[in-house]
Nanobody, 119 residues
Framework: QVRVVESGGGLVQPRGSLRLSCTAS????????MGWYRQAPGEQRELVAS???????RYADSVKGRFTISRENHKNTFYLQMNRLRPEDTAVYYC?????????????WGQGTQVTVSS
């Protein structure tokens, strides 16, 4: 059983900042992918940022230069620092952890945290 918990969402004004955290606990094996997704009302869930086991990061074009993903491996925790937020960043943000044990792969999601950017 794996538990993935996000925190740090909330209401922020345009051009403000928020930091999201995600921690995986329980039967977590070798993590090879940590990602932040978001889903706005009426929209599909999209990948915002990800970090692999080698530290390689990827970002959606819409957040490049504004968002930064980072991790603390020993805590199975990763973060999304969001700066210069825009109203269009408003969404529920989900963290996703992919891990493996031998030939078995696992894909676990958090429950989501709401981010609202509004004046």
């Amino acid at each position: 059983q794996v538990r993935v918990v996000e925190s740090g969402g909330g209401l922020v004004q345009p051009r403000g900042s928020l930091r999201l955290s995600c921690t995986a606990s329980g039967s977590v094996f070798a993590i090879y992918f940590m990602g932040w997704y978001r889903q706005a009302p009426g929209e599909q869930r999209e990948l915002v940022a990800s970090i692999g086991s080698t530290g390689l990061t990827r970002y959606a074009d819409s957040v490049k230069g504004r968002f930064t993903i980072s991790r603390e491996n020993h805590k199975n925790t990763f973060y999304l620092q969001m700066n210069r937020l825009r109203p269009e960043d408003t969404a529920v943000y989900y963290c996703n952890v992919k891990h493996r044990l031998g030939d078995s792969e696992y894909n676990d999601w958090g429950q989501g945290t709401q981010v609202t950017v509004s004046s």
